[in-house]
T-cell receptor
Framework: QKEVEQNSGPLSVPEGAIASLNCTYSDRVSQSFFWYRQYSGKSPELIMSIYSNGDKEDGRFTAQLNKASQYVSLLIRDSQPSDSATYLCAVLTGGNNRLAFGKGNQVVVIP | SAVISQKPSRDICQRGTSLTIQCQVDSQVTMMFWYRQQPGQSLTLIATANQGSEATYESGFVIDKFPISRPNLTFSTLTVSNMSPEDSSIYLC??????????FGDGTRLSIL
């Protein structure tokens, strides 16, 4: 089993719609979870962190965490063309601040 | 947040040669890490750079291939040794400052001919 799984293929959403991304993880004791955005040819940029069960909102982004189900999600409301990027789910795992990344989900916002 | 400068930003190298990548941070950081991102793939941690001691390598990565130095709290280097085309990747430095999440330098895009 992979440490962090993002199984959805590329996601195309019309401008203004909600993009929904999902992620599961294998390490039950993980406590810290992150979403990074990576534009083509650029390095990952942190957009959300979440540490407690429930929802965390920051602008148009909402992260959701369910530790019992080992599930993290990211919602992007009112999607804009500038949101077109690959979104990487990352989980802090192990005892040395090691980040494990999912393979990423490409989001394409269609004007 | 800390400003991370990574050099070179890109390079094209001949197989069998070695390249050293530098990561400089504008402030002291708790931890420094080196990742690899192969084409079309996600990020894989190579090692944690430990200040004043040997780096901690992840499974599948060895010191002979990826020697790492971290002489102080603001600087680290990663060397990719005896390069082959399979080493063509983006190499990323990331830092941890206190309890803040890791964030990344701009990366080094390496192509091996």
């Amino acid at each position: 089993q992979k440490e962090v799984e993002q199984n959805s293929g590329p996601l195309s959403v019309p401008e203004g719609a909600i993009a929904s991304l999902n992620c599961t993880y294998s390490d039950r004791v993980s406590q810290s979870f992150f979403w990074y955005r990576q534009y083509s040819g650029k390095s990952p940029e942190l957009i959300m962190s979440i540490y407690s069960n429930g929802d965390k909102e920051d602008g148009r982004f909402t992260a959701q965490l369910n530790k019992a189900s080992q599930y993290v999600s990211l919602l992007i409301r009112d999607s804009q063309p500038s949101d077109s990027a690959t979104y990487l789910c990352a989980v802090l795992t192990g005892g040395n601040n090691r980040l494990a990344f999912g393979k990423g989900n490409q989001v394409v916002v269609i004007p | 947040s800390a400003v991370i400068s990574q050099k070179p930003s890109r390079d094209i190298c001949q197989r069998g040669t070695s390249l050293t990548i530098q990561c400089q941070v504008d402030s002291q950081v708790t931890m420094m890490f080196w990742y690899r991102q192969q084409p079309g793939q996600s990020l894989t941690l190579i090692a944690t750079a430990n200040q004043g001691s040997e780096a901690t390598y992840e499974s599948g990565f060895v010191i002979d291939k990826f020697p790492i130095s971290r002489p102080n709290l603001t600087f680290s280097t990663l060397t990719v040794s005896n390069m082959s085309p399979e080493d063509s990747s983006i190499y990323l430095c990331s830092v941890l400052v206190g309890l803040q999440p890791q964030h990344f330098g701009d990366g080094t895009r390496l192509s091996i001919l």
